[in-house]
């Protein structure tokens, strides 16, 4: 499975972003995706995921202002990104492991395929 990212870039606060990853090089049903992200010195944290039938758990960070989703049709994961905060700016990374369980983890050592990244830099 091959993961590409985009839609990163530099906003203001209050702001939105869409972030995209296309996926390509195997089945896209059966997996559980994610966008993961990972600001210097910290750990990467799980931002959303979403099951192979598109049920989304969200990080409390996050809840109520990003929304994970899914184009089927076209094997694209999605992130919506609104009320941007500056302690949002990270490497955002999109990722996958097989599973067709209904919930999916946001730790990010299950997960097996990694886009290269796409930067959210979010300025007062």
């Not at 499975?1 to 839609?7: I, M, R, T």
């Not at 049903?29 to 990467?44: D, I, T, V």
């Not at 049920?55 to 990003?66: H, L, N, T, W």
Request: charged content about 15%.
């Amino acid at each position: 499975v091959q993961l590409v990212e985009s839609g990163g870039g530099s906003v203001q606060a209050g702001g939105s972003l869409r972030l995209s990853c296309v996926a390509s090089g195997s089945t896209y049903s059966g997996y559980c995706m994610g966008w993961f992200r990972q600001a210097p010195g910290k750990e990467r944290e799980g931002v959303a995921t979403s099951s192979s039938d598109g049920i989304p758990i969200y990080a409390d960070s996050v809840k109520g202002r990003f929304t994970i989703s899914k184009d089927n049709a076209v094997n694209t994961l999605f992130l919506q990104m609104t009320s941007l905060k500056p302690e949002d700016t990270a490497m955002y990374y999109c990722a996958a492991h097989r599973s067709f369980l209904r919930s999916c983890t946001r730790v990010s050592t299950r997960y097996d395929y990694w886009g290269q990244g796409t930067q959210v830099t979010v300025s007062l």
